[in-house]
């Protein structure tokens, strides 16, 4: 067999062919193409043909058997011949001048088409790059249904991942070196075919375990620390989502396997790259997709935990909000699933510093930043599937699922990675129904968690509550519920407002002052230099010197800006601030309690009633069930009933037939029948006498063909034999039955009346059988009928208890919808406030920013100063020398 790369040849058989004038053999040729198999037929003169075109190409190719003009079809022949044949065809497809031949020669042989030849040469170092674009065409429309298989064998899959090794995507021919299109079309190319190639099972498995994953990723970063600001290649990428959709839940499985071969090392590659913010989103999304506790605990083993941890320090660091986020959460979840031996502590410090930075962002605002947009965007995408999302969850409700359902204390290293989620789940804005598993344990949260995660569950169940509808029955109890959430939101939101007001009115004085001592350095710094005063000069030895008071002049134009901008930022933020500041929180509560007091009392009645209905129906349904086993059992009782009346009149019947039979025997028994078989034989004869006259008759008209009335008379005739025939059938019975010993008869007429008693005796028995199917019919109909009394009095109880509910829904419904807009506006209100104390925050954040900013501009114009200190004192120095110079010529001049 020729087997290279992804053609394999082989000869599977032999066929003599012949004609009038001579006899040949054919060879079965099976060729394999990257998978798919056909068989060719071909002859010596065939192989002779190939043999001398390609003789011209490779020299080195294997000699042709002799050949043999009488003995072709020899057996020793044939077998000298296959193994030749085989071997020129192997040769032929390694030869890289064969089967890089213009004219395709071998492959016209074996009948290859043009995209099986692209393909096989790709495999083939001459022209990879050229050949490399040509199979990328492969995965167009008009190829892909019938030729892009090929890219998925292992063997293409194998090569594509070499071209992507570091220096492999390089040409032998200088002028694909010099030009950098075609080296970037190859690369399109062969990413297109990786990932055409994941989507099947077989090119998915040689490219796990051709450590594809890890070529991909280095790839990704070494192109990245290539091109500045690119971000990661949307090609590979394309590729990884790829595999990540076809692998869907056994995704992880497959993370896991790449971290645990060095996985952590090839992303470590990329870490320089993480303060750019899109490779910084790439990895932490990527760690977050197949983040379950086989990967945390691969990710975070101890051969390599030091560099798990400083990359996920790395994500905390970058610039991208997104990503920090996303790390946040995968450290939450490291830490709630106890995979970070020791570094609790430093964990739940970190993640507690995140979120009170995350924060900041606002939830609430309709208007929301371009920046806001971006993360809420990010973070709904990272709990998009129900696994992840129930990650998050898991996260959310840790403190008190790992402390058996009690709130812990405020300390426990749980609550930082739990406040955490909570605002990711805020963030997200999920539909209640998501929210089902964490919703009852919100209210104890807001009223007995830390202060952080306090303040997030008041805000999630204040979420919760704008979306509560007019329908009481999309939450059960919705009353009671309504009830505990609105006292926890609004404790935990009063106390969160009041917290910030003071932390607010604090920040504001603060970075007030801060803006004033920077106001005082500035105009310090605003009076003009004795040289600017002069102004310019000339050019010549003072050049440095000017061109110091230039930048220095710069530098305080920009700390001028960034005062007014600081300016700017605290008149907004003291507008935002004051707007929290002056907002009243008092809220008329005696009306809405008198309502809720009667909803409560309403809900409970018609809670009562439901479940009474509940109950009923459990009794109807079991009712129902009764009476249809009772209707089961009667209709199996009537149908017994009914066949053994039929077992009995059928053997009454028996009985009568019996009894018939034994007077017939005693009859005959007692009768002479010699006369009587006188005369049957006499008629015999009679008979017989007339069947022969019959059969004269017929053989008559026989003769007589063609007369009139013949075919008439002919049908009359064996009428008449058949009625003859009929006749002496029942007169043989008859003769029979009188030949018959009376002795004998009466010995069978003894016998029938035994049996006759036996069936008396069955018939009685079974009389007393149905005597008791009667009895048993009749107790199941009383059972029946008694099922369908209990049956009617359930039906009847459930209708009295369907209008008692009914009633007391639509009571409720009308409180509700009385209640509702008022709750509702007082939710609005509270939101408003949230929003403010948003604003407030965010404005609060951007003074700050500011003021640093007005620092940082500060130390700009010190060493501004610095550096014009250092051009004076240069100058000084140059003029001491000229001084010096000066004086020693005066002296000279004494």
Not at 219 to 238: L, M, S, V, W
Not at 429 to 441: C, D, F, G, H, K
Not at 539 to 564: F, K, M, P, T, V
Request: glycine fraction near 6%.
């Amino acid at each position: 067999m020729a087997e290279v790369g992804g053609l394999q040849i082989r000869i599977t058989g032999t066929e003599e062919r012949s004609s009038m004038l001579k006899s040949w053999c054919v060879y079965m040729l099976e060729v394999n193409d990257f998978g798919r198999k056909s068989v060719l037929e071909k002859r010596f003169d065939d192989f002779s043909l190939l043999h001398a075109d390609m003789k011209e190409i490779d020299a080195d190719t294997p000699p042709l058997p002799e050949k043999k003009f009488m003995a072709s079809t020899d057996a020793s022949v044939v077998a000298e011949r296959r193994p030749a044949f085989e071997r020129i065809l192997k040769h032929l497809l390694k030869s890289e001048a064969a089967v890089m031949e213009k004219s395709q020669t071998v492959f016209k042989f074996l009948e290859l088409p043009t995209p099986a030849v692209v393909a096989f040469r790709y495999l083939f170092q001459h022209d990879r790059i050229s050949c490399a674009r040509q199979c990328g065409k492969l995965t167009d429309p008009k190829w892909e249904k019938e030729h892009a298989y090929r890219l998925a064998h292992p063997v293409m899959v194998r090569t594509s991942l070499q071209m992507l090794l570091e220096g492999a995507l390089q040409d032998s021919r200088e002028e694909t070196k010099r030009d950098p299109a075609v080296l970037a079309d190859a690369e399109a190319a062969v990413l297109e075919m990786l990932r055409f190639a994941v989507q099947s099972e077989q090119g998915r498995q040689c490219f796990l375990q051709e450590k594809g994953p890890a070529t991909l990723l280095s790839y990704i970063f070494r192109k990245g620390k290539k091109e500045e600001n690119a971000g990661p290649d949307q090609r590979a990428r394309g590729v990884l989502n790829a595999l990540i959709k076809v692998e869907g839940d056994r995704f992880p499985q497959v993370m896991a396997g790449f971290l645990e071969h060095g996985g952590v090392g090839v992303l470590r590659e990329g870490l320089d790259l993480l303060q750019h913010p899109g490779f910084a989103d790439f990895v932490s999304k990527l760690l977050w997709l197949a983040w379950d506790v086989q990967v945390q605990q691969v990710f975070l083993a101890e051969g390599h935990s030091r560099e798990a941890l400083g990359l996920l320090s790395s994500l905390f660091e970058c610039p991208s909000k997104g990503a920090r986020a996303c790390a946040g959460l995968l450290l939450a979840c490291a830490l709630c699933n106890a995979q970070l031996a020791g570094r609790e502590s430093q964990a739940a410090h970190g993640l507690a510093q995140l979120t009170e930075e995350m924060v900041a962002f606002n939830c609430w605002d309709a208007k929301e930043s371009s920046e806001d947009a971006e993360l809420r965007a990010f973070v709904q995408g990272l709990g998009q599937s129900p696994e992840r999302f129930a990650r998050i969850l898991t996260c959310a409700q840790a403190p008190w699922q790992h402390n058996d359902g009690q709130l812990p204390d405020e300390d426990h290293p749980l609550w930082p990675g739990a406040s955490f989620c909570l605002w990711c789940l805020l963030r997200m804005r999920p539909e209640p129904s998501r929210l089902a598993p964490l919703r009852p344990a919100l209210p104890a949260v807001a009223q007995g968690g830390p202060a952080r995660a306090r303040w997030l569950a008041g805000e999630l169940l204040l979420q919760l509550q704008l979306q509560v509808t007019g329908d009481i029955n999309s939450v059960d109890s919705i009353v009671e519920t309504s009830i505990q959430e609105r006292g926890a939101l609004e404790s935990a939101l009063l106390e969160e407002f009041e917290h910030g007001r003071r932390s607010l009115h604090a920040e504001l004085s603060e970075s007030s002052q801060v803006i004033q001592t920077q106001q005082s350095l500035v105009e310090d710094r605003q009076q003009r230099l004795p040289m600017e005063a002069a102004g310019s000069v000339g050019s010549g030895w003072h050049q440095d010197l000017e061109a110091a008071l230039a930048q220095l002049e710069r530098a305080r134009q920009e700390l001028s800006g960034a005062l007014a901008a600081a300016e700017k930022k605290r008149e907004a933020a003291q507008s935002a601030v004051r707007e929290v500041l002056d907002m009243d929180l008092t809220d008329s509560e005696d009306q809405m309690e008198q309502q809720l007091h009667a909803m409560r009392q309403t809900e409970a009645e018609y809670q009562a009633r439901r479940a009474e209905q509940e109950q009923h129906s459990a009794v109807l349904k079991s009712h129902e069930e009764q009476v249809a086993a009772a209707n089961s059992i009667m209709e199996a009782a009537d149908r017994a009933l009914q066949e053994m009346r039929s077992r009995i009149s059928g053997t009454e019947v028996e009985i009568t037939k019996r009894q018939r039979e034994v007077q017939s025997k005693r009859t005959m028994a007692s009768s002479d029948l010699s006369a009587t078989r006188g005369a049957l034989s006499a008629e015999l004869d009679g008979i017989k006498q007339q069947q022969t006259k019959l059969r004269d008759r017929a053989l008559q008209l026989q003769a007589e063909e063609g007369h009139e009335g013949a075919a008439k008379e002919m049908d009359r005739l064996k009428a008449e034999a058949g009625r003859l025939k009929a006749r002496g059938a029942e007169l043989n019975q008859e003769l029979q039955a009188a030949s018959v010993d009376p002795q004998q008869l009466e010995q069978q007429a003894q016998q029938a009346e035994a049996a006759v008693q036996r069936l008396a005796e069955q018939r009685d028995a079974l009389r007393a059988e149905l005597q008791s199917l009667e009895e048993e019919h009749l107790q199941a109909r009383q059972e029946w009928q008694q099922a369908m009394s209990s049956l009617q009095h359930s039906r009847q109880e459930k209708e009295v208890a369907d209008l008692q509910s009914s009633s007391l829904k639509r009571q409720l419904e009308g409180q509700w919808s009385s209640w509702l807009p008022t709750w509702t506006r007082r939710l609005q209100a509270w939101r408003q406030r949230v929003e403010a104390l948003s604003r407030a925050r965010k404005g609060a954040e951007l003074l700050g920013a500011a003021a640093q900013l007005g620092w940082e501009a500060l130390r700009r114009e010190a060493q501004k100063r610095q550096e014009t200190r250092t051009a004076v004192q240069h100058l000084q120095h140059q003029l001491a020398e000229l001084a010096h110079g000066l004086a020693i010529q005066d002296d000279t001049l004494q």
